[in-house]
C-alpha cells in the first residue's frame, strides 16, 4: 500500500484486495502475488517530473465503476490529478453508499474528486502556484454533467444524499465546471475498473509514467 504513494498504476488492484484483508482467500493471494509480480517486471518505472517543464494548468479527471462489487453492489470512484503531463494525485475508493444509477454513481464520484480538489487548489496556493480560479474536471457521462447545472432533474437525483449537493454549489460559483471527455481519454479508468492490456499501457503513460533507463538514455543523447 505505500508503494501506491508513488505507483498510481497498482492503485485499483490494492485498493481492490485490501476489501478482503480481514478474510482473504486464494483468489485474493493469488490476485496479491499478480500485482508483486507486475511489479518486479515494471521496477524502473516512475512519474517523470520535469525541473524545467512550462507551468500548466491542473487538469482534473473523475470516474465510476457501476455496482463494481459484486459483494454488496456498491461503486468504486476514482481521480487522477495532472499537472505538467504527471500526475501528481490519485485515489481510488469504493463508495459508501449503493447508488441506483450510472449517474449517481458518477455523481458521487466527482463530489469525492472536487473534495480532493479543493484541498490541493489550497496546497498548490501555499506552494506559490498560481491556478486559474475555475478548474476544469473531465468526466466521460454526460448526464452529470447536465445534474450538476440543473437542480430541477428529480427523476436522475431524488435518491442522493443532500452532502453530495454541493458539488451544484461550486459550479453555480464558478470555482469549477464540469467537461465531457470520451470514454477513451478518461485517465481515471485506471482507478476504478480492470483494463486490458494496451488500454492499461496507454493509461500509464497519460499518467506521465516513464522508464528510468529510457529517460537517462534521452538525457545522455540529448546531451551529446
Not at 482473504?24 to 516512475?46: C, D, F, V, W
Not at 500548466?56 to 465510476?64: H, W
Not at 475498473?193 to 529510457?214: C, N, P, S, T
Request: one cysteine or more; aromatic letters at 8%; a positive charge.
Amino acid at each position: 500500500m505505500y508503494l501506491t504513494n508513488t505507483r498510481p498504476d497498482i492503485m485499483y488492484a490494492t485498493c481492490l484486495i485490501s476489501r478482503y484483508m480481514s478474510r482473504p482467500t486464494e483468489l485474493h493471494l493469488q490476485a496479491a502475488k499478480r500485482i508483486l509480480r507486475y511489479l518486479k517486471g515494471s521496477m524502473n518505472l516512475g512519474i517523470l517530473y520535469q525541473r524545467n517543464s512550462i507551468k500548466g494548468e491542473l487538469k482534473a479527471y473523475t470516474d465510476s465503476d457501476y455496482a463494481g462489487d459484486y459483494d454488496d453492489r456498491k461503486s468504486t470512484s476514482g481521480y487522477v490529478f495532472v499537472l505538467n503531463d504527471g500526475a501528481i494525485s490519485w485515489g481510488s475508493k469504493k463508495q459508501p453508499i449503493v447508488t441506483l444509477s450510472t449517474t449517481e454513481a458518477e455523481y458521487v464520484a466527482t463530489t469525492a474528486c472536487v473534495c480532493q480538489l479543493i484541498w490541493m487548489k489550497r496546497i498548490l496556493k501555499t506552494l506559490n502556484y498560481e491556478d486559474r480560479d475555475c478548474t476544469e474536471i473531465r468526466c466521460d457521462n454526460s448526464s452529470t454533467i447536465k445534474l450538476s447545472k440543473n437542480p430541477v432533474f428529480h427523476g436522475r437525483c431524488k435518491h442522493i444524499e443532500v452532502r453530495y449537493h454541493f458539488l451544484r454549489d461550486l459550479v453555480k460559483e464558478g470555482v469549477i465546471s464540469l467537461s465531457y471527455c470520451r470514454s477513451e481519454d478518461q485517465m481515471a479508468n485506471i482507478m476504478t475498473k480492470a483494463l486490458k492490456m494496451e488500454v492499461f499501457q496507454k493509461q500509464v503513460r497519460a499518467l506521465g509514467m516513464h522508464d528510468h533507463d529510457e529517460v537517462m538514455l534521452n538525457i545522455i543523447h540529448d546531451q551529446h
